[in-house]
């Protein structure tokens, strides 16, 4: 399918359009994990993101940047105006007390090498880097995995789930919807499964999410069923891979659902996502949203900013809002934030692009 957009938005034309939008303060990344203000924003408005009858929100990863947690999610959103989101199990384990995983941290970046001294000789051009290779653990390293996947499982289940509930009540007060939590749960035990369904059914979700494969879909469309909810599976880009298609999955289960990521599907593939979005629209929950250039681009399948790249935006948009298929798109924040702006900001200014192509 070609792309139907009459005129591409451009970032340039976006911005001189659309109304300022407030300053914000860089978040130093030192503050990770801590509730913070945020100086210049205004964020005591009950935000409203459904444009034209469709409902954008964001995936919490996109302000991964930041420090996480619900309090600065809720912050996050109602500075941003956005009122639905796909909420990162890590966010609402971290609040709600979860044991802290030792794999955090442990593979922070090697320093960079001295530099050669100088000298008046001509210099040997430097070796080519090796490939990054992801460092063995440690015993110690291992054993700490270990012993936080035994305390985060009995964490898990002996949850009580009253303390959900409560940051559920966070959430509604904020004026903010859950329609997805991100807990990628496959390989977990059948107990911690059921707590993750658990946990997004009293969140108000449709359901939990996971990674596509045939595993995970035949792992988790049984509980899926067992708590009346879905089991919705993100894809990245499997579609680039010829004889890729949803239909096996589907078969496995109608509590199979799909979170569709347009942007990966056109940077892998140069296809129009509405190709898949027009044939599978009653099988997908949300679409991520995110612009991109196309594989046979240089460079190729590359995240852009909003109306730099060159996926059809405005053509899935307004596919959505013209079918009035109740399909949730989410912004997810990939491109590389300047210095002097943040993921507060750019998720804000997706918003307004996203609203004045529905207005």
């Known amino acids: 399918m070609e792309n139907k957009s009459k005129s591409k938005l451009s970032r340039r034309k976006f911005l001189g359009s659309t109304a300022t939008i407030a300053a914000f303060s860089m978040v130093p990344l030192h503050l990770q994990g801590r509730s913070m203000p945020l100086p210049g924003i205004d964020d005591s408005k009950t935000p409203d993101s459904k444009f034209g009858g469709v409902q954008i929100g964001t995936i919490t990863y996109s302000w991964r940047s930041m420090p996480g947690g619900v309090d600065n999610v809720i912050k996050y959103c109602k500075a941003s105006g956005i009122s639905s989101i796909e909420l990162m199990s890590n966010d609402v384990e971290e609040t709600l007390g979860a044991p802290k995983n030792p794999m955090m941290g442990m593979f922070a970046p090697p ?27 440690t015993q110690k390293q291992k054993d700490a995995l270990a012993k936080y996947n035994q305390d985060i499982k009995a964490w898990r289940i002996s949850l009580p789930m009253s303390k959900v509930e409560e940051v559920r009540k966070m959430f509604d007060n904020a004026g903010i919807s859950i329609h997805i939590v991100k807990f990628s749960p496959a390989k977990w035990s059948d107990e911690e499964i059921d707590y993750a369904f658990n946990v997004a059914k009293i969140l108000g979700a449709k359901g939990v999410s996971e990674e596509i494969g045939k595993e995970s879909v035949k ?141």
């Open 111 to 137: 320093p960079p090498p001295p530099k050669p001294a100088e000298t008046t000789a001509a210099a040997a051009p430097p070796p080519s880097p090796a490939p990054p290779r992801r460092r063995e653990l």
């Open 219 to 359: 792992r988790l469309a049984p509980f899926a069923e067992k708590h009346g909810m879905y089991a919705i599976f993100h894809s990245h880009m499997q579609f680039a891979t010829p004889g890729f298609s949803y239909d096996p999955f589907m078969a496995v289960s109608p509590a199979v659902m799909f979170n569709f990521d347009a942007g990966h599907f056109f940077g892998s593939t140069g296809l129009h996502p509405n190709t898949i979005i027009e044939k599978y629209h009653d099988r997908i929950v949300s679409i991520h949203i995110k612009d991109k250039t196309g594989p046979k681009t240089d460079p190729p399948n590359t995240n852009q900013v909003w109306g730099q790249g060159e996926m059809p935006l405005e053509d899935v948009l307004l596919l959505v809002k013209e079918k009035k298929w109740p399909i949730f798109c989410d912004i997810e924040l990939e491109y590389d934030i300047k210095p002097w702006s943040n993921a507060v900001k750019e998720v804000t200014t997706c918003l307004h692009y996203a609203r004045q192509i529905l207005i």
